[in-house]
């Protein structure tokens, strides 16, 4: 992995040329449940229609699991995982709040206290600075 | 001759639309929200616009990563609404104006702008919330509407100063159609907002309203402000602010404000409203 400066952003992958090779399968696998015959098709046997897509096990692991982080980390875009969401008839505050680790009733409060401080968010040199003092 | 008159800027956050569709609006959670545009409702009537050239970005609808074209240009007669995975939502089928949008096109790309030119697409909630935003909840929509999609999924976008100058190129396009037509400029997206990870639901009041502040008044030296600024900023999502550089380019380099809004949150995101209007 080549580093780059948004590296250093604590909690945050961006969608780059890297992430995108890496993704594209789990992408267009999330891209094909746009389609209502899809979305069923999926549902009644995810395995079954897992296996349709190129994907690596890991990739098809992380979305029988709805691990919304792994997806990310194995390439997933958010606006593409966000559909396997939709399919689930889950929203993206409920799927917001299980990538950040917190219930949906803590991560909704916090969105109407004014969402997540940018207060040692800004970059893991922040971070680990504060926790070394 | 078309004349540019104003521009708008509104974050497009889909909760909002399922809002209004669910007959959500009055509720306590998204009823200011909802307040704050009710004098752009007003405004919009007054201005009655003939075309809007909305400039928004797609998620994941009518581009997969097959495609993925920097700046796209709507062409069709008409647009449907996109199916994002729960239906498609039911507002009405939005109508082009080719003549202008096929004219747009062909000065853009002679100016220097290589457009991606659609002639068929689906319409997200990034382009029909600000609609919904604006006009409330009518049988058909008031005006003509020529997309403008800007990719901001796929890193890196465009730069601020690119989109800057794309609105400078767009208002000449206009400028340059014999057609006598009321033209308003529409900026979508943001603000602060990140919706993947562990910082998701990352808000950050302070960038929001000093982008909001050096937008009217100093927006050449917004466009020079990097990516990675947006990014630790404004979160992962937030980068979408550079689309509203592209409506502030179409302007005048002064402007009145007429209408300025914020409000935090709705659902994982701060949402940013500005009208702007040529001095």
Redesign the interface.
Same mark, same amino acid.
């Given at each position: 992995m080549t580093e780059k400066p948004y590296h250093d952003i604590p909690g945050t992958v961006l969608f780059d040329a890297e992430q995108s090779r890496k993704g594209f399968h789990l992408n267009q696998f999330c891209m094909s449940l746009m389609k209502a015959k899809n979305r069923a098709a999926f549902k009644a046997d995810e395995r079954a229609y897992l296996d349709g897509w190129p994907m690596t096990e890991a990739q098809k692991q992380a979305v029988l699991d709805r691990d919304w982080n792994g997806m990310i980390a194995l390439g997933g875009n958010i606006y593409f995982t966000s559909k396997i969401a939709a399919t689930d008839g889950l929203s993206f505050r409920q799927i917001a709040a299980v990538m950040s680790g917190v219930s949906e009733e803590t991560y909704a409060q916090m969105m109407l206290d004014g969402g997540r401080s940018i207060e040692g968010n800004r970059s893991r040199k922040e971070q680990s600075g504060k926790d070394a003092s | 001759m078309a004349r540019i008159t104003a521009g708008v800027a509104t974050s497009h956050v889909?909760?909002i639309g399922a809002a209004l569709d669910l007959g959500k609006s009055g509720e306590d959670y998204w009823k200011p929200l909802f307040a704050g545009y009710e004098p752009s409702k007003r405004w919009i009537a007054e201005q009655k616009p003939d075309v809007v050239i909305l400039v928004y970005n797609d998620?994941?609808?009518a581009f997969?990563?097959?495609l993925i074209p920097t700046f796209a240009i709507g062409c069709a007669d008409e647009f449907a609404p996109?199916?994002?995975?729960?239906?498609p939502r039911p507002v009405p089928t939005v109508h082009g104006h080719p003549e202008l949008a096929w004219h747009l096109a062909e000065k853009l790309i002679l100016d220097e702008f290589d457009m991606t030119i659609v002639n068929r697409m689906d319409v997200d909630h990034g382009l029909t919330v600000p609609l919904s935003l604006m006009f409330g909840q009518p049988d058909a929509w008031p005006c003509k509407v020529i997309p403008l999609a800007v990719n901001v999924?796929?890193?890196?976008p465009p730069t601020g100063a690119r989109c800057h100058r794309l609105g400078q190129a767009i208002r000449r396009a206009v400028e340059s159609f014999p057609e006598d037509l009321n033209v308003q400029v529409w900026g979508t997206g943001g603000m602060?907002h990140?919706?993947?990870?562990?910082?998701?639901?990352?808000? *950050?009041? !302070?960038?929001d309203n000093a982008f909001l502040d050096r937008l009217v008044h100093d927006p050449a030296g917004q466009a020079q402000v990097p990516h990675?600024d947006y990014?630790?900023?404004a979160?992962?999502?937030g980068i979408e602010l550079v689309m509203w550089l592209i409506m502030r380019g179409a302007l005048d380099d002064r402007v009145n404000v007429a209408h300025r809004f914020y409000h935090?949150?709705a659902? *994982?995101t !701060?949402v940013g409203h500005l009208i702007l209007e040529n001095a």
């Amino acid at each position: 992995m080549t580093e780059k400066p948004y590296h250093d952003i604590p909690g945050t992958v961006l969608f780059d040329a890297e992430q995108s090779r890496k993704g594209f399968h789990l992408n267009q696998f999330c891209m094909s449940l746009m389609k209502a015959k899809n979305r069923a098709a999926f549902k009644a046997d995810e395995r079954a229609y897992l296996d349709g897509w190129p994907m690596t096990e890991a990739q098809k692991q992380a979305v029988l699991d709805r691990d919304w982080n792994g997806m990310i980390a194995l390439g997933g875009n958010i606006y593409f995982t966000s559909k396997i969401a939709a399919t689930d008839g889950l929203s993206f505050r409920q799927i917001a709040a299980v990538m950040s680790g917190v219930s949906e009733e803590t991560y909704a409060q916090m969105m109407l206290d004014g969402g997540r401080s940018i207060e040692g968010n800004r970059s893991r040199k922040e971070q680990s600075g504060k926790d070394a003092s | 001759m078309a004349r540019i008159t104003a521009g708008v800027a509104t974050s497009h956050v889909p909760a909002i639309g399922a809002a209004l569709d669910l007959g959500k609006s009055g509720e306590d959670y998204w009823k200011p929200l909802f307040a704050g545009y009710e004098p752009s409702k007003r405004w919009i009537a007054e201005q009655k616009p003939d075309v809007v050239i909305l400039v928004y970005n797609d998620h994941a609808s009518a581009f997969s990563l097959e495609l993925i074209p920097t700046f796209a240009i709507g062409c069709a007669d008409e647009f449907a609404p996109a199916d994002e995975g729960w239906g498609p939502r039911p507002v009405p089928t939005v109508h082009g104006h080719p003549e202008l949008a096929w004219h747009l096109a062909e000065k853009l790309i002679l100016d220097e702008f290589d457009m991606t030119i659609v002639n068929r697409m689906d319409v997200d909630h990034g382009l029909t919330v600000p609609l919904s935003l604006m006009f409330g909840q009518p049988d058909a929509w008031p005006c003509k509407v020529i997309p403008l999609a800007v990719n901001v999924v796929q890193y890196p976008p465009p730069t601020g100063a690119r989109c800057h100058r794309l609105g400078q190129a767009i208002r000449r396009a206009v400028e340059s159609f014999p057609e006598d037509l009321n033209v308003q400029v529409w900026g979508t997206g943001g603000m602060s907002h990140q919706l993947q990870g562990p910082r998701a639901g990352l808000i *950050n009041s !302070a960038f929001d309203n000093a982008f909001l502040d050096r937008l009217v008044h100093d927006p050449a030296g917004q466009a020079q402000v990097p990516h990675l600024d947006y990014v630790r900023e404004a979160g992962s999502e937030g980068i979408e602010l550079v689309m509203w550089l592209i409506m502030r380019g179409a302007l005048d380099d002064r402007v009145n404000v007429a209408h300025r809004f914020y409000h935090v949150p709705a659902s *994982n995101t !701060a949402v940013g409203h500005l009208i702007l209007e040529n001095a």
